[in-house]
């Protein structure tokens, strides 16, 4: 039986941290926990007394890292692997302010994973989010979307080092992985890699937000484009029946998707992709995004 434990946190990098915060707390209706040398947390009103769910951190944009809640008997269990399989990584142990334990790993691409300890009612010592317009804000992370150079050596570490169950997989050519969705919870991907061959490094693709229906959706899209943000794809291409998956852009130009639910194809033999497919949404989104004709 597949765990609950899914992708709880991303922490953006923003060039101007009081105009991110605005944006996310005015536009899109987070609620700012706490904010100090330069780090804001923010949450969503769903998740009021639980871990934050987004951290923002004055530098160029991007991902800095991720941290994902696994259960206490989840949290050994990876600990035990990494040890058995000798990869680095860093642990942190329990505070006085913070009950939970950490793990820090690496993937092959150079992005920081860290995993926590969840317990019940535990929460990093913050002050109670403050009401806001609970109808409005998305209700958490749905998923996360990374570039990687090397698709499969990012896949694999997550299944074989935290746990992680593969599916979708796409490839781009012979031993070449163009996608791989990755899940330790009971949606389609709680992470999904999409091949960038000249990446740098492991890098954000985009963060997705889970949202109630297709008129959520559309009443933050309708707050982006009043408040002057872009819109990448919006509900005249990005909805199909009752499933929407629409990209905007933060001030600093992370990508967000405002998403109903994560979509999947599962095949049960690897889908072949060509190289111009892997900027193509409809192509590696085709349950949400279906090709347009004409």
């Known amino acids: 039986m597949a765990e609950k434990g899914v992708v709880n946190c991303a922490h953006l990098?923003?060039?101007?941290?009081?105009?991110?915060?605005?944006?996310?707390?005015?536009?899109?209706?987070?609620?700012?926990?706490?904010?100090?040398?330069?780090?804001?947390?923010?949450?969503?009103?769903?998740q009021q007394g639980s871990r934050c769910a987004l951290t923002l951190s004055e530098g160029q944009r991007g991902l800095n890292r991720l941290a994902v809640g696994v259960s206490e008997?989840?949290?050994?269990?990876?600990?035990?692997?990494?040890?058995?399989?000798?990869?680095?990584?860093?642990?942190?142990?329990?505070?006085?302010?913070?009950?939970?334990?950490t793990i820090q790993v690496t993937l092959p691409g150079g992005l920081p994973i860290e995993l926590y300890s969840r317990g019940p009612g535990q929460i990093r010592g913050q002050a109670p989010v403050p009401s806001t317009e609970t109808s409005l804000a998305p209700h958490g992370i749905d998923h996360v979307t990374l570039t990687a150079a090397d698709v499969k050596?990012?896949?694999?570490?997550?299944?074989?080092?935290?746990?992680?169950?593969?599916?979708?997989?796409?490839?781009?050519?012979?031993?070449?992985?163009?996608?791989?969705?990755?899940?330790?919870?009971?949606?389609?991907?709680?992470?999904?890699?999409?091949?960038?061959?000249?990446?740098?490094?492991?890098?954000?693709?985009?963060?997705?937000?889970?949202?109630?229906?297709?008129?959520?959706?559309?009443?933050?899209?309708?707050?982006?484009?009043?408040a002057g943000f872009n819109v990448d794809i919006d509900t005249k291409t990005g909805v199909r029946d009752t499933r929407a998956a629409v990209y905007v852009r933060d001030p600093a130009g992370n990508r967000l998707e405002l998403t109903t639910a994560a979509t999947g194809q599962t095949p049960a033999a690897p889908i072949r992709l060509s190289r111009a497919d892997l900027d193509d949404i409809d192509a590696l989104w085709p349950e949400t995004h279906p090709r347009r004709t004409g």
């Open 153 to 226: 050596a990012d896949a694999q570490f997550l299944r074989d080092e935290l746990g992680f169950q593969l599916s979708d997989i796409a490839t781009a050519g012979p031993g070449i992985w163009g996608r791989a969705f990755a899940s330790r919870g009971d949606g389609t991907h709680d992470v999904a890699l999409v091949m960038e061959p000249l990446a740098p490094s492991t890098r954000l693709h985009h963060v997705a937000w889970r949202t109630s229906d297709v008129d959520h959706v559309t009443r933050l899209i309708e707050r982006v484009r009043t």
């Open 73 to 101: 008997t989840g949290f050994r269990e990876i600990e035990s692997r990494l040890i058995g399989r000798d990869t680095d990584f860093t642990r942190r142990n329990a505070t006085e302010t913070d009950e939970r334990r």
């Open 13 to 46: 990098r923003v060039p101007d941290l009081k105009r991110a915060v605005r944006f996310y707390t005015e536009t899109l209706g987070f609620a700012e926990q706490s904010r100090a040398a330069g780090v804001s947390r923010l949450a969503t009103p769903a």
